[in-house]
């Protein structure tokens, strides 16, 4: 949840907003350009999202850095490496290293 908005004095308007206001929400354009500007892509340890900083680093084409972590083979069962299901971190490893 977030925090809650208070009233602010004259004062604290001019001292800037106070930090238990969240800063707005990035528009669409604005995290379309961050994405496209990515120069180097690092998951450590991105439990469920290891795949996809892989898979977004080789689609920009640029150098990525991950530390897997869990497999998730139930959560991602249609994961094969010569021909057998990614089921252990080994598995992973080498299914991760063939993608490159």
Excluded: W
Aim: net charge negative; hydrophobic share 45%.
């Amino acid at each position: 949840a977030e925090p809650a908005k208070r009233a602010r004095g004259p004062q604290e308007e001019a001292a800037g907003p106070p930090a238990l206001i969240p800063a707005p929400p990035m528009h669409a354009a604005e995290a379309l350009r961050s994405i496209l500007s990515t120069e180097l892509v690092v998951g450590f340890h991105p439990d469920e999202a290891t795949e996809a900083a892989v898979d977004l680093a080789l689609e920009l084409g640029v150098p990525f850095a991950v530390v897997p972590c869990c497999v998730f083979p139930a959560a991602f069962p249609e994961r094969r490496h010569q021909g057998r299901r990614v089921a252990s971190y080994a598995d992973f490893v080498a299914y991760l290293r063939a993608k490159h």
